[in-house]
């Protein structure tokens, strides 16, 4: 027997008829615009908690695979398809990291203070000699006293300095947590698009172009903070994806079910159900912090990630029948608000090293502020320590704002996607039989590290972001708006600074969400499961063609990407763009 209350409880779940919708979106389904609300009937906790992709039976028809053994494989693919994926992608990043043997671009700064930081607990001032004499001695060298005035968080560093003190002062040593952390970000992305997709196909592939992408692989290789920061902001990401999941899985665990063992949305249940203190969502805070921690541009990425898993909470409450979806979210927002300051206590804690430094001028920069030239004011009741690194803050942030200084290799946001102006690291012309030239060559070699995205998975890339976009306007598919939110935060904002000096190796933070949009094209041009095998076909042809060509790019860009010594002639006929030299 289904009672009054309960008749209006399965109409929440149902999407109304054509006649019903408002008029706009009436007009929008001809361009394939799919309102919320979903089909009707149907099983509620499908469609909060959609199930994973399995293979088809003719593959394994095909494989002549038993069923026994099929079914293991499909269980031991969920770990083992990213562990071959990371494999893949460690023995890329880790071959020959040493390469070149020279302190290149920035390394010049934050190889040494990290040094300095993991012994002295803040930056100094280094000889202008410094670079040769780490080099010659194999970093057998003092450490200077003076404090250093620095414009950037102090984690990044550490976790530079974790591989120098593991393997020592040396290009392996001040590389190897960038090159472990970019390992560890391509796992991290198969199991993440694996979870959005529910396809460990689909997930791997992400991975797998991730693996292959050339600005991914050089920050990967060189010990900037921008590898860094991309390796916190993921990561902070995949903890909002399985809280997602959790909470999603929660809600449809309390829904009702009808006779026929199906879950039906439930208005008092979506209205009043607490889902927890979400302990991903704070993983996911402490990601930022240290995010945060690392470059300031992870603040944000705290603000978008925080409204769009808001925003999640919100469709999963209208899935199971919310009368009013947003109302019932407000607890949900206010706890998703303690992320904000988990994520600024995580960042002053990153400063314990220059907290604790002494205040007598021989500490870290600015650390006796408070004591000296700020002595006294209204705000005299905070401890000396907060007051000094308040002053420290803003006079970095002046610094950031006002950066203007013009360097050869920056480059406007706009050019970015189209990688218009990347940056070369390290620039060498060996003579023929020197350095890796080829002793039979005719003249000079070039040996280079560019920072540059594989071409074209980053042109394929533009492509896969208006696919996303037209996706998320007019299918409402909240993977699209997650990849798009994604993109979004770590590009956007460097619009609102183009007077600033800039490089394409920002873009780094949002390369991940790039690749996560190419394998969704991916998918599409593959086709849906229950295509015909000629669609199949057709698309999985396409789609086999453009993996191919992005892994072939990457090849074709190997010795850019390493430093590997290459004929001249070989090293013009990579110069695409005249932008490129």
């Known amino acids: 027997m289904t009672s009054t209350a309960s008749s209006t409880d399965l109409r929440q779940g149902q999407a109304p008829p054509d006649d019903e919708r408002p008029s706009w979106q009436r007009r929008l389904r001809r361009f394939g615009y799919a309102p919320a609300g979903g089909a009707p009937g149907g099983d509620v906790r499908d469609r909060l908690v959609p199930p994973y992709a399995e293979p088809s039976p003719r593959l394994w028809q095909v494989l002549g695979a038993p069923p026994l053994l099929a079914d293991r494989i499909t269980r031991w693919s969920a770990w083992g398809g990213p562990l071959l994926v990371t494999l893949l992608a460690g023995v890329l990043r880790f071959w020959n990291l040493g390469s070149p043997r020279a302190v290149i671009f920035d390394e010049t700064y934050y190889a040494k203070d990290a040094w300095a930081l993991v012994h002295r607990g803040f930056e100094v001032n280094w000889d202008k000699n410094a670079n040769d004499a780490v080099l010659q001695t194999h970093g057998h060298l003092s450490i200077p006293l003076d404090a250093a005035y620095v414009v950037h968080p102090p984690v990044g560093k550490y976790v530079i300095g974790l591989g120098e003190l593991l393997f020592g002062f040396d290009p392996f040593g001040w590389r190897f947590m960038t090159a472990l952390l970019g390992t560890l970000s391509v796992l991290m992305l198969c199991r993440i698009g694996r979870r959005m997709f529910r396809s460990t196909f689909l997930g791997c592939l992400a991975g797998l172009l991730m693996a292959l992408d050339g600005l991914h692989f050089v920050m990967s290789r060189t010990s900037l903070l921008d590898g860094v920061l991309m390796f916190f902001v993921l990561a902070a990401f995949g903890c909002l994806v399985i809280d997602r999941d959790r909470t999603r899985k929660r809600l449809a665990g309390a829904l009702p079910a009808d006779a026929d063992g199906r879950v039906r949305p439930d208005a008092r249940t979506a209205d009043t159900l607490f889902l927890g203190l979400r302990p991903w969502r704070w993983a996911a805070a402490v990601s930022l ?32 029948g919310a009368r009013s979806p947003y109302l019932s979210t407000i607890p949900d927002a206010c706890l998703a608000l303690i992320m904000i300051p988990v994520a600024i206590g995580v960042y002053v804690a990153s400063w314990i090293g220059w907290i604790l430094s002494p205040t007598d001028g021989s500490g870290g920069y600015f650390r006796d502020w408070a004591a000296t030239a700020g002595k006294g004011g209204s705000w005299t009741f905070l401890p000396d320590w907060l007051r000094s690194l308040w002053h420290y803050e803003h006079e970095v942030y002046e610094f950031h704002v006002h950066l203007s200084s013009p360097h050869t290799y920056q480059s406007n946001p706009w050019s970015w996607l189209v990688l218009g102006r990347p940056v070369s690291y390290f620039y060498e012309s060996p003579s023929p039989g020197t350095d890796g030239c080829p002793a039979d060559t005719a003249g000079k070699c070039a040996r280079e590290v560019l920072a540059i995205g594989t071409p074209a998975l980053w042109w394929a890339g533009c492509a896969a972001l208006l696919y996303v976009l037209w996706r998320w306007a007019f299918r409402r598919d909240w993977r699209a708006g997650a990849i798009a939110c994604g993109v979004a935060a770590g590009y956007l904002p460097w619009f609102m600074y183009q007077e600033r000096t800039i490089f394409l190796f920002y873009a780094v933070v949002f390369v991940p969400f790039l690749c996560l949009a190419v394998a969704m094209m991916i998918g599409a041009i593959i086709g849906p499961a229950n295509s015909s095998d000629t669609r199949r076909v057709v698309g999985a042809t396409g789609a086999g063609v453009l993996v191919l060509l992005i892994a072939w790019n990457f090849i074709y860009f190997w010795p850019l990407f390493t430093g590997t010594a290459i004929p001249l002639d070989q090293w013009r006929s990579r110069m695409w763009l005249d932008t490129w030299v």
Not at 307 to 313: I, R, Y
Request: aromatic letters at 16%; a positive charge; zero cysteines.
């Open 289 to 320: 912090g240290l995010a945060f921690g690392t470059k300031w541009n992870g603040l944000y990425i705290l603000a978008a990630f925080g409204v769009m898993t808001v925003l999640w909470d919100v469709g999963a409450r209208k899935v199971a």
